[in-house]
């Protein structure tokens, strides 16, 4: 089931400018992780923020929670055309399974 | 070493056959997914086993078993293939927890005819 939504669906900006994607979830949860997806590629684990932090860094990645909004954020600085993909967040639930945002499709242009 | 590699990559087949794709990680993990990204890019979870036992079974028809003959390996076999099958099938895996990061394969990239 999809409980996330990222916004916007697809961006697309200058290499060396940041690109912000937003998530929004339905449920409480315990915590939230963000994935990359390269074109033709699996999924990879970017960063995971539990539902008591509010910020989390990792190299260019910049990662927000906001618990009373439902909603988290994804700031990559200084983009680059390797960041071109898919971005996607999850979120933990009762069952062990992740619920999938739809993802953001970002574009990075040389 | 690939940490969650899964075969084939490109599975093209006709509508009613039956097919196998099969997943191994290495990386010690006890708990393996098989999702389904479509061609919108949404991910569905289909199943999902821990140490070998079926712990999340979601709605998918009956034509799609799998299978974990060990921890290391959960296969998936689909009957009567159909056009709807057509998509992208991946396996993961990780620790058992929602906090806990999982592993993806590169994909089976399944095209019904």
């Known amino acids: 089931s999809q409980q996330g939504e990222e916004d916007p669906q697809a961006l697309s900006i200058q290499e060396g400018e940041n690109a912000t994607m937003n998530c929004s979830y339905k449920?409480?949860?315990?915590?939230l992780q963000w994935y990359r997806q390269n074109s033709g590629r699996g999924l990879v684990h970017l960063i995971l923020?539990?539902?008591n932090e509010r910020e989390k860094h990792s190299g260019r990645l910049r990662v927000t929670l906001d618990t009373s909004k439902k909603s988290s954020s994804l700031l990559i600085t200084a983009s680059r055309a390797a960041d071109t993909a898919s971005y996607f967040c999850a979120t933990d639930s009762s069952n062990y399974q992740l619920i999938w945002g739809a993802g953001t499709k970002l574009i990075i242009k040389p | 070493d690939t940490a969650v590699s899964q075969t084939p990559k490109y599975l093209v087949t006709q509508m009613g056959n039956d097919k196998s794709i099969k997943c191994e990680q290495n990386?010690?993990?006890?708990?393996m997914y098989w999702y389904k990204q479509d061609s919108k890019k949404f991910l569905k979870i289909m199943f999902s086993y821990n140490n070998k036992e079926l712990i999340i079974n979601e709605t998918v028809p009956n034509r799609f078993s799998p299978k974990s003959p060990d921890k290391a390996h959960l296969n998936l076999h689909i009957n009567s293939l159909e056009l709807g099958d057509s998509a992208v099938y991946f396996c993961a895996s990780s620790q058992l927890g929602g906090n806990q990061p999982q592993h993806f394969g590169d994909g089976t990239r399944l095209s019904i005819l």
């Open positions: 449920t409480s949860i315990n915590n």
């Open positions: 923020i539990r539902s």
């Open positions: 990386l010690g993990h006890d708990t």
